[in-house]
């Protein structure tokens, strides 16, 4: 066999041999990628800092005093984390979310939030979208307090997630006044929402997290 036989020989050798560390490489991103979501879901935890506005409604209370008076408005830096884990909820299995931010007295709302809620898919509408069910939720629960696993009676949808390139756009509804959006791309959270009522007044929070090592 020529000598220029057995270079081409060992060249085609050496190229499989690369394409297959390739796949094998391909393979192993995609299984870490994989495990590190749930129905799309980015898992992990991350931290960061946020702002607040608080805008108090003009209301009075029983003295005929406007409550609103010396709060009309708050803005105030805070910081906060995001923990975002599978579990099995009442032999169920969900997505949790944790969100904790410190972030100062507002009125009607105590001094911190600490939110939990519990996700379940609900269906597939494109390969890029998906949308879920709330099955759990908690604001600010006492220590030792557990979630149950309660579905939405009248089949109510709470969340849609969008996976556009590298980014992922999860949107959440935990009420029809309460609505938060959180943006993932890389190693980054944009997260940005609102609640606003009559009782409570309007609160919207912008943030912006990493994830931990």
């Known amino acids: 066999m020529s000598a220029n036989r057995l270079r081409a020989i060992r060249a085609t050798a050496m190229g499989y041999?690369?394409?297959?560390?390739?796949?094998?490489?391909?393979s192993g991103?995609?299984?870490?990628s994989t495990r590190d979501r749930a129905w799309g879901i980015p898992l992990g935890e991350w931290e960061g800092s946020g702002t607040f506005v608080?805008?108090?409604?003009?209301?009075?209370g029983p003295d005929g005093r406007d409550e609103c008076e010396g709060q009309e408005r708050i803005v105030r830096d805070y910081p906060t984390t995001l923990r975002i884990e599978r579990a099995v909820l009442d032999g169920h299995d969900v997505v949790v979310l944790k969100i904790l931010s410190s972030r100062?007295?507002?009125?009607?709302?105590?001094?911190?939030?600490?939110l939990r809620v519990a996700l379940v898919e609900s269906q597939q509408v494109h390969p890029r979208v998906r949308m879920f069910r709330m099955v759990a939720a908690q604001f600010n629960?006492?220590?030792?307090e557990r979630m149950s696993y309660e579905p939405p009676h009248d089949g109510a949808y709470h969340g849609v997630?969008?996976?556009?390139?590298?980014?992922?756009?999860?949107?959440l509804h935990y009420q029809s006044?309460?609505?938060?959006?959180?943006?993932?791309?890389?190693?980054?959270?944009?997260?940005?929402?609102?609640?606003?009522?009559?009782?409570v007044g309007l609160v919207h929070w912008s943030e912006r997290l990493r994830r931990r090592d």
């Open 29 to 32: 991103c995609s299984s870490s």
């Open 17 to 26: 041999v690369a394409a297959v560390l390739a796949l094998s490489a391909a």
């Open 161 to 171: 997630l969008l996976q556009t390139g590298d980014q992922t756009v999860l949107q």
């Open 141 to 144: 629960p006492s220590e030792g």
């Open 54 to 60: 608080y805008e108090c409604r003009s209301r009075h």
């Open 177 to 199: 006044d309460f609505v938060d959006t959180l943006r993932f791309s890389g190693s980054g959270v944009d997260k940005a929402g609102l609640v606003q009522s009559d009782e």
């Open 104 to 114: 100062g007295d507002i009125p009607h709302l105590d001094n911190r939030t600490d």
